[in-house]
């Protein structure tokens, strides 16, 4: 897998342009950073109504690195991008991928993690029965991606496979599978978890750590995680911080905290605290 690669790629992306923009600005004191709250463990929102999660924990560090105050707001997954642009907040660390499309309107650091797409089905289907593959296919390669998707395909043939609307997953969906399965889009990732314990779909598209931690529920002790995992591509270059393009210093502050997070273990330890699972990426 060319994880390496994308991580070079991304660290470009967040470490050029703006340069003498950057220079120009003063460092922001306090900053308001968005999450959705509703994709645990990578954020979610507690009984009492707080946040927290593997990006609420990181956030923080990174604004203790960079010495500035933070504030939390939760937000809509669907709203994250329009009102991060007119300015609401300043931040967005909800899961989001550094994408060529998502990067035409608004701006990210260097990714924090690099984390696969894959499939949870159930443990007794013919493609539960494979289990997890430790594969992971850099959609960049079209020819071998293409060629895992295609042994895929008859063993979702005709299955109802539920995805988080208004994601990268959802247009991996009907990119590759839209000619195999029913895909069957819901608001949020909460929403077609309660459906898949329901039976009432047959599969999940989603970031693997996200399904390991919801097949851990007792609720779908019946289900598992299945098949390759898939990054690059339409994937982008990992999970990254949104930002405004025009905050080119608080851009450069949050890039030398995540190089900080990633040199001392910071992100290991949280996303194997949190993810079960070390996403740092790899430079």
């Known amino acids: 897998m060319k994880i390496r690669r994308l991580a070079a790629i991304a660290t470009a ?4 342009g703006f340069i003498h923009t950057a220079l120009a600005q003063e460092a922001p004191k306090a900053i308001t950073i968005a999450s959705e709250g509703a994709y645990a463990p990578w954020n979610f929102t507690t009984a009492d109504g707080k946040l927290d999660g593997f990006e609420i924990e990181l956030a923080n560090n ?3 690195r960079m010495k500035v105050e933070c504030t939390f707001i939760a937000q809509d997954w669907d709203g ?3 009102s991060l642009t007119v300015g609401k907040f300043d931040v967005i660390m909800a899961g989001m991928f550094i994408t060529p499309k998502r990067l035409e309107v608004m701006d990210f650091t260097q990714p924090y993690a690099v984390d696969p797409g894959g499939f949870a089905v159930a443990k007794d289907s013919e493609f539960g029965k494979l289990g997890l593959s430790t594969e992971k296919f850099d959609m960049g390669d079209e020819a071998a991606s293409r060629a895992a998707i295609e042994r895929l395909k008859p063993l979702l043939k005709d299955k109802v ?3 988080q609307a208004a994601t990268t997953m959802l247009e991996f969906l009907k990119k590759y599978f839209a000619d195999t399965v029913e895909i069957r889009e819901y608001k949020t990732t909460e929403q077609h978890d309660l459906d898949l314990a329901a039976g009432r779909i047959d ?6 750590t996200a399904l390991a931690a919801t097949l851990a529920k007792p609720e779908f002790s019946d289900f598992t995680l299945a098949g390759p995992g898939f990054v690059g591509g339409l994937f982008g270059f990992g999970t990254g911080a949104g930002l405004r393009k025009e905050d080119a210093k608080l851009k450069e502050m949050l890039n030398a905290a995540i190089d900080g997070a990633i040199a001392d ?3 290991k330890r949280l996303s194997e605290k949190w993810l079960k699972a ?3 990426p790899v430079k």
């Open 278 to 280: 070390d996403v740092t």
């Open 80 to 82: 994250l991008i329009p």
């Open 62 to 64: 990174l604004c203790a």
């Open 203 to 208: 599969a999940l598209f989603a970031q693997q």
């Open 13 to 16: 992306f967040g470490m050029l």
């Open 161 to 163: 496979v539920g995805v």
């Open 265 to 267: 273990g910071t992100i």
